[in-house]
């Protein structure tokens, strides 16, 4: 069983930072790609950012160049690092594993909330 933890979610002020962690622990056949997606009451899961096995990212337009996925293939982790954040960020964080199998694996998010 492949389990996928999140962390650093929280309370921030416009224009502040936060960093979202997120370990993956079990029975873990390869972890291939690795994302962060995000998602608002009422409204479709979207990505945030995506980083495969090599380093190559992708990023949704919203966050680009405010925010920056990065990992750890010896840790099989995965970080988001969120700057200049907006209200329009507000959101409930899921992180998200690929595993060679192609199997997907989801995390159980964590709130991040943007308000003065």
């Known amino acids: 069983q492949v389990q996928l933890v999140e962390s650093g979610g929280g309370l921030v002020q416009p224009g502040g930072s936060l960093r979202l962690s997120c370990a993956a622990s079990?029975?873990?056949?390869?972890?291939?790609?690795l994302g962060w997606y995000r998602q608002v009451a009422g409204k479709e899961r979207e990505l945030v950012a995506r980083i495969s096995r090599a380093g190559s990212t992708n990023y949704a337009d919203s966050v680009k160049g405010r925010f920056t996925i990065s990992r750890d293939n010896a840790k099989n982790t995965v970080s988001l690092q969120m700057n200049s954040l907006t209200p329009e960020d507000t959101a409930v964080y899921y992180c998200?594993?690929?595993?060679?199998?192609?199997?997907?694996?989801w995390g159980q998010g964590t709130q991040v909330t943007v308000s003065s």
């Open positions: 079990g029975s873990i056949f390869g972890v291939n790609a």
């Open positions: 998200k594993m690929n595993d060679y199998l192609g199997r997907d694996y």
